[in-house]
């Protein structure tokens, strides 16, 4: 995995997201979950592609319950895209590369 890519707690959420100045696009992941280990090599190709200008981190959702639970994922793999603090946009399932730039490319 990419040293770009930031590995959060609950503890670390607020520091790590919600105070970003950059976009965080967060992956909300369980270690049992295929479709999660295919989106990582992807995310890990992006977080060096767009270094500087979106940050990529994982929350465990088996060891971080809080944050799970407060922005209502139900299914893995979701990825919430912050910006400045806020959810801006959700993305639910794995897809290509090409898919995802696209979904983000309004904000990054």
Not at 10 to 21: C, G
Not at 72 to 79: A, E, K, N
């Amino acid at each position: 995995m990419s040293k770009n890519i930031i590995h959060l707690s609950d503890a670390t959420f607020e520091t790590e997201v919600l105070q970003s100045t950059t976009p965080v696009l967060v992956d909300y992941w369980a270690e049992w979950c295929g479709p999660c280990k295919m989106i990582a090599p992807i995310l890990d190709e992006i977080s060096k592609d767009y270094e500087g200008k979106l940050k990529i981190a994982k929350l465990n959702i088996d060891e971080n319950l809080e944050k799970t639970k407060e922005y209502g994922i139900q299914s893995i793999p979701s990825m919430v895209l912050f910006v400045d603090g806020k959810a801006v946009h959700t993305i639910v399932g794995a897809m290509p590369k090409h898919r995802l730039l696209k979904e983000l490319s309004e904000w990054i």
